[in-house]
C-alpha cells in the first residue's frame, strides 16, 4: 500500500513540478499582453494628443487644448514620507482669461458658477515633478502660469522657466511597457521550465549550476528590459534595444549550459568496502519493490548481504535485498527520487532489480559499505576491517 502511496505522491510531484510554472508564466504573458495591447496604447495615445494640442484661441476654451491662466503661489512644501519627497505648490488667487473655461472641465479654474456666487477656484494643490526649477525658484506670493489640457495641470512656467507637474502625459507608457518587458521575460522562463520538466523522462539534474545559470539569465534580461524604455525614445526602439541586449546572455547561457554538459557528471566515484562483519547504519530503500518498506530507516550491511531494518541495533525485522539488485552508480539525489526528502549531503546508489529502479540513500560515509555489500562474493575486493571506515 506505501508503495501505490509513494508513487501517487510521485505523480503529483512530477505533475505540481510542470504545473505550477506553466500556470505561473501564463499569468505573467496574460498580464504583460494586457498591459501591451491596452494600457501601454492608450498611453501613447495621450502623449501624441498631448505634444498636438495647441494653445486654445481666444474666443474659445476647451479641454482637447492648451489653456494657461495666472495663479499665485501661497505655498511651496516639501513632503518627506517613507524615503522620498513630494514637492507641492499650492495656489490662491487665479486670474481669469478673457474666455472662462466650460464647466465640463473636471479640475479647471474657472467655472461657470451659479448667479450670485462666485466663481470655483484652481485646485489648492498640485504634486510637481520634483524641485527644479520653478518649485525651488517660487515662494508664497509669486504669481506664474498653470496650463491645463484635458482638465488637469499639467505644466507650470515661470520666468522663462518651464516644470511639468506629475500629471505629465509625455512617456506615460514607459512604465506600464517597462514592467511588460519583465513581465514577458519572466513569463517566459517559467513556461520553458515547464516545458522542459515536462519532456524529462528522468529525473532532472541537481547541480547548482542548473539553477543559477537560468536565474541569473532571467534576471540580467530583465533588469535589462526594464530600462530600455527609459533610455529610448519609442516602442520599436526599446523593443530592439531589448532584444539585442538578450543575444549575449542568452548566449552566455547556452555556453556555460553546453561547458557544463560536456565537463561535469553528477555520478561520484566511491570505492566499495565490505566490512568484516554486521554493520548497522542510517539508510533507506525506495522503490516499487517488496523490501522497500516505510519507517525502515536503517540499513545492515555485511558480506554479500544488505538489508533494511526499522531497528537502529539492526537485532529484528531485517527486509535483505535479493542477489538480483545490482548497483548502478552513486549521486546525489534528485527532487524527483521517490519518498521524502533526504537529509542535505546525503547520497544515492542507483539500482536497479531487473527492470525495476531502486535507491539506497544514506550518508557519505556509508556508501562504501552499500556497494560492497552489493557485491557478489567473487567480485568483492579485499575485504577491509572495520577501522578502515570512511568518516
Not at 32 to 47: I, S, T
Not at 172 to 199: D, E, N, Q
Not at 233 to 250: E, F, K, M, Q
Not at 368 to 378: D, E, I, N, T
Request: charged content about 15%; some cysteine.
Amino acid at each position: 500500500m506505501w508503495r501505490t502511496v509513494n508513487a501517487l505522491a510521485t505523480t503529483a510531484r512530477d505533475r505540481s513540478a510542470a504545473l505550477t510554472p506553466a500556470v505561473i508564466g501564463a499569468a505573467l504573458v496574460i498580464v504583460a499582453g494586457w498591459l501591451l495591447l491596452a494600457v501601454v496604447p492608450g498611453a501613447l495615445d495621450q502623449e501624441r494628443a498631448f505634444v498636438a494640442a495647441a494653445a486654445c484661441p481666444v474666443a474659445q476654451a476647451s479641454t482637447e487644448c492648451r489653456h494657461t491662466v495666472t495663479a499665485t503661489v501661497t505655498s511651496a512644501a516639501a513632503d518627506h514620507k517613507h524615503r522620498s519627497t513630494y514637492y507641492w505648490l499650492g495656489f490662491g488667487h487665479v486670474q481669469d482669461e478673457p474666455v472662462a473655461l466650460p464647466g465640463r472641465l473636471k479640475t479647471g479654474p474657472l467655472r461657470s458658477a451659479a448667479p450670485g456666487r462666485a466663481a470655483a477656484v484652481a485646485p489648492r494643490r498640485v504634486k510637481m515633478d520634483g524641485r527644479t526649477p520653478v518649485f525651488a525658484a517660487v515662494h508664497p506670493g509669486t504669481a506664474l502660469h498653470l496650463t491645463y489640457w484635458r482638465g488637469e495641470i499639467r505644466y507650470v512656467d515661470f520666468q522663462g522657466l518651464r516644470q511639468y507637474t506629475v500629471a505629465d502625459p509625455r512617456g506615460g507608457y514607459r512604465l506600464p511597457f517597462a514592467a511588460a518587458l519583465v513581465l514577458l521575460s519572466v513569463g517566459g522562463a517559467c513556461l520553458r521550465a515547464a516545458y522542459c520538466s515536462v519532456r524529462r523522462a528522468e529525473s532532472s539534474a541537481h547541480e547548482r549550476w542548473r539553477l543559477t545559470v537560468p536565474l541569473a539569465s532571467v534576471l540580467l534580461i530583465s533588469c535589462f528590459a526594464f530600462g530600455t524604455p527609459w533610455v529610448t525614445g519609442g516602442v520599436p526602439t526599446a523593443l530592439l534595444l531589448t532584444a539585442v541586449g538578450a543575444v549575449p546572455v542568452l548566449a552566455g547561457a547556452a555556453w556555460l549550459t553546453h561547458r557544463h554538459h560536456r565537463r561535469t557528471t553528477d555520478t561520484i566515484k566511491v570505492t566499495p568496502l565490505v566490512p568484516l562483519g554486521e554493520e548497522c547504519f542510517p539508510g533507506t530503500i525506495l522503490g516499487e519493490v517488496p523490501y522497500s518498506h516505510e519507517g525502515f530507516g536503517h540499513l545492515l550491511a555485511a558480506p554479500g548481504y544488505l538489508a533494511a531494518t526499522p531497528d537502529p541495533a539492526g537485532r529484528f525485522a531485517r527486509r535483505p535485498v535479493p542477489r538480483t539488485l545490482t548497483a548502478v552508480r552513486v549521486r546525489p539525489p534528485y527532487w524527483t527520487d521517490p519518498g521524502p526528502r533526504p537529509a542535505p549531503g546525503a547520497q544515492v546508489v542507483e539500482c536497479r532489480d531487473g527492470a525495476t529502479p531502486v535507491y539506497v540513500v544514506t550518508e557519505p560515509r556509508y556508501t562504501a559499505w552499500v556497494l560492497g555489500a552489493l557485491k557478489r562474493p567473487a567480485e568483492s575486493p579485499q575485504r577491509a576491517g572495520a577501522t578502515a571506515r570512511l568518516l
